[in-house]
């Protein structure tokens, strides 16, 4: 059977999917894409059994036929061909042949048949509870960008593995902690009548992060899978299995302190800090007084210490309390946009909460950290 | 600045003093003070000479008359001994009087190394304005250790631990052997190549056939010639010979890793058995990490195949002290590793690069937290009752 598809749009369609091709496999056959070609329709699909990734275009041929074409090979030369029309040749004896102006390349193809199947969303799963609810896409973005640098990168707590997206009455509210630090944020905007918790693993997340642009996302949710439906493309994932811990137990309720800053200035000093802070403890010290932060840090090892004051509105205890300086540091990152923000201190082996400092109508944001405990 | 470090830049003008004590006969020591009715008879700890498997761990004066030394073949022992008595050896009862020896020592010196269950090297450098002359606080420390524990022991002082280590050797048992400064080279000279520690049956082989029969032989020659003859451990030899070592103690400070093996009576096919063994060496290693309030990232397995073929497989993760996690990581490793259909010979786990506790606050602390308290529960028995007196049933 033969087909034509211009080579740029190809290319487009097949850098969505790639991130799908596992690059290390016990499975040889996942380093393929799955072409499906149905009514003039060519689907292409990938998977690593985690994710899996599908896209679409139209073709004119009147066959239909379902192949596995060995992916980086096929995405290498589509890329390197520049703009020109492919003509796609399929045999009979395992070949495919692509033509261009002045080329011909032929390539190995397999049967479809090993190709693992991938979940479809809504269609094969009628029988089953499937929720489903559109959300715009640079919201989803944007909750991911705040909330996903906070997951846990540890085997021995699957669970915090992923980001938990959790559908309720007051809207959607994405968490992710990895135990020393946690992000919560809550979109009020996004109301369904979905009453339910679902765990995204991280690598949908980095792919979905890639792929995501202003146009709506529509969502489909079983008990193992989530898709993500996206204009021309589809993320369908595993979802992590296991039971989110008890984020709300630990967040505190009775700070009472409140050290007001600016972002951009104690986000710049703690990049200086980091400089000086031990490298296996990476611990900067906030010495809280009134209207006063004092921090500092300091690396034995190598015998160097840093101390910098940052303006500051603050009428509580004095505390001096102990930090990661990267976990400040990844908090302050992600808060760069807000002009001001608050930290919400009890004692210094407790939990501090970190707010903006305006509020936003439609938007919960709160994030959380874990001090460090002081020598003294 | 740490505290060994100031120790070591306040003492580095003055003339080194390091003592090498060692405990003579210990195990015999131990189980005659446990059974007195093995006194004067020659005795002999070791592994059962019945499974004909296993060395002598050590052997009392009257043994070694019959030609016994340890580290000699059971079944060697038992035919050139058949009558002397063969003890299993209780090892909880080794390391109570150990750390009963070690505690005496640490009164007085102001270091203490611990090399085995019955070697210790402290530094007295400096100290002769304390303790008087360096020679009779000796003999007063070991007669200390033989009124309070009956256990009698040797002493070498000398400027750094290889001469030091010779010289408790030197007049054994119940001697004290002090190497004057500047007299090593007259000291070590006469004294036969075997007599240097790391000098092994092999070794020595090699040095007879090439004419070295004494370390005056070794000192005598150019080090070039020596180091060209024997390669990098020839140059150790040779200053070894000639009156060098190291002259400071490798504190717990400098350690660079923790580690235990365990060398099986018979060869081994079961996967299972050796994996269960596995699970005893993370006990060991895991108590002795959380002792020294130390995580380590780096966890390294050994295993000896019957053939001594011998593989060592490693992998980095997040510093940790958790037996659970280290033993997952290496088991896991050990079942990637043990690939082919040969019995093993030996096991071996070590723990590298480590940081100290982290201070870090954890968010979700109800199960870690309540094994972090169950782990620091079981280090309070295990030092007052020992490593066996409670085990980790599983996980």
């Given at each position: 059977m033969e087909f034509k598809v211009n080579s740029k749009e190809l290319e487009k369609l097949l850098t969505k999917i790639i991130p799908a091709v596992p690059t290390r496999t016990p499975m040889p056959i996942l380093e393929n894409f799955l072409f499906e070609i149905k009514n003039g329709l060519l689907t292409i699909y990938a998977t690593d059994l985690e994710i899996s990734l599908k896209s679409s275009i139209n073709i004119v041929t009147e066959e239909n036929i379902s192949i596995v074409v060995p992916a980086k090979l096929l995405y290498d030369v589509i890329r390197s061909l520049g703009d020109t029309t492919v003509h796609f040749n399929i045999t009979g004896n395992g070949k495919l042949s692509l033509t261009t102006d002045n080329g011909q390349y032929s390539l190995s193809y397999l049967d479809s048949t090993e190709f693992p199947e991938i979940p479809s969303f809504p269609d094969q799963n009628e029988n089953e509870d499937l929720a489903e609810i559109s959300i715009p896409g640079m919201d989803l973005k944007e909750a991911l960008e705040k909330t996903s640098f906070a997951m846990s990168k540890e085997e021995m707590r699957p669970a915090m593995m992923g980001t938990l997206f959790e559908f309720g009455e007051d809207g959607l509210r994405f968490v992710s902690t990895d135990g020393h630090r946690l992000v919560n944020m809550l979109n009020k905007k996004i109301t369904s009548g979905i009453n339910n918790q679902y765990i995204v693993p991280e690598k949908a997340i980095s792919v979905l992060l890639k792929i995501l642009d202003e146009k709506d996302v529509k969502l489909y949710m079983s008990k193992t899978h989530i898709s993500f439906k996206l204009n021309d493309i589809e993320l369908i994932t595993r979802l992590i299995g296991q039971k989110y811990p008890d984020y709300k137990s630990v967040i505190p309720l009775e700070n009472e302190f409140e050290l007001k800053l600016k972002t951009k200035d104690l986000h710049n000093a703690i990049k200086r800090m980091m400089l000086f802070s031990t490298s296996n403890t990476r611990r900067v010290k906030f010495s809280i007084k009134e209207n006063n932060l004092e921090i500092s840090a300091e690396d034995l090892d190598i015998g160097a210490s840093g101390k910098e004051n940052v303006v500051c509105t603050y009428s509580g205890d004095s505390i001096d309390i102990g930090f990661n300086s990267a976990y400040v540091n990844d908090i302050l990152s992600h808060l760069v946009n807000l002009k001001e923000i608050i930290f919400k201190l009890h004692s210094p082996t407790k939990a501090v909460v970190i707010v903006p400092d305006e509020k936003d109508e439609n938007i919960d944001l709160m994030m959380l950290i874990m001090p460090v405990r002081l020598n003294n | 600045m740490n505290h060994p470090e100031l120790c070591r830049r306040v003492t580095e003008k003055l003339m080194r003093t390091i003592f090498h004590l060692d405990l003579d006969a210990f195990f015999v020591s131990v189980e005659r003070i446990v059974?007195?009715?093995?006194?004067e008879k020659p005795v002999v700890v070791g592994a059962d000479p019945k499974y004909g498997r296993g060395v002598v761990a050590a052997c009392s004066y009257e043994a070694r008359d019959y030609g016994l030394h340890s580290g000699m073949p059971i079944k060697q022992a038992y035919r050139l001994c058949p009558n002397a008595i063969y003890v299993h050896g209780s090892h909880g009862e080794y390391g109570r009087f150990s750390k009963a020896v070690k505690y005496i020592l640490s009164k007085y010196a102001p270091q203490i190394e611990?090399?085995?269950?019955?070697e210790f090297y402290m530094d007295f450098t400096g100290c002769t304005h304390i303790y008087g002359p360096l020679f009779m606080f000796a003999s007063k420390l070991q007669k200390e250790i033989w009124n309070t524990l009956k256990l009698p022991c040797s002493i070498g002082i000398a400027r750094n631990k290889t001469i030091a280590k010779i010289a408790s050797d030197f007049m054994k048992p119940r001697g004290v052997t002090y190497v004057l400064p500047e007299m090593e080279k007259e000291f070590l000279?006469?004294?036969?190549?075997?007599?240097?520690?790391?000098?092994g049956k092999e070794t020595l082989k090699h040095l007879h056939h090439k004419g070295f029969y004494t370390l005056g032989d070794i000192a005598g020659v150019k080090e070039d010639y020596f180091s060209a003859a024997f390669g990098k451990y020839g140059t150790d030899m040779w200053r070894k010979a000639n009156g060098?070592?190291?002259?400071y103690l490798s504190l717990p400070a400098d350690q660079k890793s923790i580690s235990h093996e365990r060398t099986f009576h018979q060869d081994e096919m079961n996967k299972c058995y050796v994996e269960s063994i596995l699970f005893k060496l993370t006990g060991k290693v895991c108590q002795t990490l959380r002792n020294n309030d130390w995580q380590a990232s780096t966890i390294t397995i050994k295993l000896r195949y019957s053939d001594f073929v011998t593989i060592t497989r490693s992998k980095t993760i997040k510093q940790t002290d958790d037996d659970r996690v280290i033993f997952r990581t290496a088991s896991e490793m050990l079942r990637k590793a043990y690939n082919r259909r040969v019995a093993v010979r030996l096991v071996g786990l070590s723990l590298t690069k480590f940081s100290p506790f982290s201070e870090q606050q954890k968010l979700f602390e109800s199960a870690e937290e309540r094994r972090e308290k169950m782990l620091s529960a079981v280090s309070v028995i295990r030092s007052k009752f020992g490593f066996d007196s409670i085990k980790v049933g599983s996980f």
């Open positions: - | 059974d007195p009715s093995l006194n611990q090399a085995s269950i019955d000279a006469p004294m036969p190549a075997e007599s240097m520690p790391g000098i060098q070592g190291s002259e």
